[in-house]
């Protein structure tokens, strides 16, 4: 079965965490990606988070679907290297600070110069212009500059940050979206463009109407913990046997069915129960109703009788329960995947299905540079001149 990227060429010169996620969710659908690394200082990622017997397990899954190469871009015959590279490629995705590539002589009027069919796919902090533009920008600071840790946390905690790479994962959804639009023009134009994404900006276009509601009415978003300022009971509740589930009451009918099945019909009946913002207003009243009744029951009691009454509510799963779960099963959503390191190891799977061209993990991560040779020998260099390259430092 053919994928729906077969023949795409894509080279990979990002790190930490954005781009080459981006590039992963390429590969997965059939891209050659060619993930470029230094050669005495591997994508940072190899390094983060727990090893197994030294083999770090974050690049398993940052690196599946690639070949690794070594190159040392900084050096004139590594950029000059890396223009061959580019030349029948279709897309780059690069996340230096900006300025660096137009250093080495590499940045897209002589990239395009080279090849014009070229999608530069340039991922930084802080977009390619502007005042901040050549500060050092990660995801954390996304996070704090997009308003996400704003309205994040309890009403009189501190602004809260994800313990994961929210924005760069955002980032990367959106790079590889912006990736496929580049790609659909240049089947019509006949020639590639940049893609200038700034992590700062996908993760505040998931925060909803917030800047519209600041712009209309003056409101800011404040920080309401697991609780909804439009709807409730909406939080999380402890049960019986220690363990939690979250409840959402986003409809009407919904919030009805669930303080009928807890035993508290008569709430109903209040007249301020018929809209979203009055329930909110009466949170503390609905969150103990809902806290006593899911308190005196275990979790999957409490989940039995919320799917019988058609109320909605999800047990709070940690990795344990994800694997153990039978709609993650039925979804293929974790897959195991051939390792020459490992031998076998499990990750997210592609984060949706293709009736007819699905995506596919086919390897974990590759050892670093493992592809050097086939890669460039590839482009006509011969045995002695990849030794002679990597005795100099190039490769």
């Known amino acids: 079965m053919t994928a729906p990227l077969d023949g795409v060429k894509v080279v990979d010169l990002a790190t930490l965490f954005a781009g080459p996620l981006a590039a992963a969710f390429l590969a997965d659908f059939g891209a050659d990606v060619i993930k470029v690394e230094h050669p005495a200082k591997p994508d940072p990622s190899r390094g983060h988070g727990p090893a197994r017997d030294g083999v770090g397990l974050w690049w398993k899954v940052l690196g599946r679907n690639k070949r690794t190469v070594t190159l040392n871009l900084s050096d004139p015959e590594g950029a000059e290297l890396l223009r061959r590279l580019l030349a029948d490629a279709d897309v780059l995705v690069e996340n230096f600070r900006p300025g660096t590539l137009e250093r080495w002589g590499l940045g897209p009027a002589e990239l395009h110069a080279v090849n014009p069919r070229l999608v530069i796919t340039r991922i930084s902090g802080f977009g390619q212009v502007g005042p901040y533009a050549r500060r050092p920008g990660f995801g954390t600071l996304a996070e704090a500059m997009s308003g996400f840790a704003a309205a994040t946390g309890e009403p009189d905690g501190p602004p809260t940050l994800p313990p994961f790479g929210l924005a760069d994962s955002v980032s990367a959804l959106a790079a590889a979206y912006a990736v496929m639009l580049a790609l659909r023009a240049r089947d019509v134009t006949g020639t590639g463009q940049v893609v200038d994404l700034a992590i700062i900006e996908p993760i505040m276009a998931m925060l909803g109407p917030q800047i519209t509601w600041y712009d209309q009415l003056g409101y800011l978003q404040p920080r309401l913990g697991n609780r909804s300022n439009n709807n409730a009971p909406r939080n999380t509740y402890r049960c019986a046997d220690g363990r939690w589930v979250a409840v959402s009451t986003s409809a009407q009918s919904i919030a009805e069915r669930v303080l009928r099945l807890i035993g508290r019909p008569e709430l109903v009946d209040e007249p301020w129960f018929g809209t979203g913002s009055g329930r909110a207003a009466h ?16 979790r999957d009691e409490v989940v039995a009788a919320f799917e019988e009454a058609q109320a909605a509510v ?21 897959r195991t995947v051939p390792d020459e390191e490992l031998g076998e190891v499990r990750m997210q799977n592609v984060p949706f299905r293709l009736t007819g061209t699905p995506g596919e993990i086919r390897h974990a991560g590759r050892r670093h540079g493992q592809d050097t040779d086939t890669v460039f020998g590839a482009l006509g260099l011969s ?8 005795e100099r430092g190039v490769l």
């Open 283 to 298: 949170a503390d009243e609905l969150d103990a109703a809902v806290s006593a009744w899911v308190a005196q029951r275990d």
């Open 383 to 390: 045995a002695e001149e990849l030794a002679a390259l990597r």
């Open 314 to 334: 999800a047990p709070v799963y940690d990795v344990r329960d994800i694997l153990a779960d039978p709609q993650y099963a039925a979804l293929g959503t974790v």
